[in-house]
């Protein structure tokens, strides 16, 4: 298996969190934006929206980093989807909370503070307000539970990790910082060694 991807890629380390939990064998590509390898045609050929990561298993191909860990795990027999049915459902709800309602806002602040993609003052309290919105339905659902989706950790904490973690480095930690359950879940799940491999610390 290949993981066409880059690093720092909030979606290629969903992916690497993925592999590295199930302990599947792969092989890093490097897609190296700063010479535009993303937008090149045998990258094209592979995830036509010109993103990362893209995935190669055999002649199989994919692209869209939550297909992709859910194929992963499935592949290997991995634990980090559910197999009751209900608890299956409330990670696709949360996979779907995290795709439809935080990631957006959350990410205003990492293209402003980290990737130097200026947003304005507007868009930045425009995206505080709904991130705190966000969190709150977060912090009632860990209030009792310890992992997002129930009582294991599941792909929807894997997907909610990449882009928690770069907010933390930014002046939107402050919203986090107002959730406690929230900010235990976090320290818990950050400190895992196959994330702190991930996220290269």
Known sequence: MKIFGHPMSTCTRKVLMTLAETNTAHEFVLVDFAKGEHKQPAHLAR?????????????????????????????????????????????????????????????????????????????????????????????????????IAGSSFTLADICFMPYIEYAMNTPGKDHFAKYPHVMAWWSKVSERPTWRKVAGR
């Open 47 to 147: 995830q036509p929206f010109g993103q990362v990561p893209a995935l190669q298993d055999g002649e199989f191909e994919l692209y869209e980093s939550r297909a992709m860990c859910r194929y992963i795990n499935d592949k290997v027999g991995g634990a980090l989807v559910p197999s009751e049915l209900r608890d299956r459902a409330r990670m696709e709800q949360w996979i779907s909370v995290e795709t439809s309602n935080f990631t957006a806002p959350v990410m205003k602040f990492i293209y402003h503070h980290i990737f130097k993609r200026e947003q304005t003052p507007e868009t930045l309290a425009t995206a505080g307000t709904q991130t705190d919105a966000s969190l709150a339905i977060m912090e009632h659902q860990l209030a009792g539970h310890p992992f």
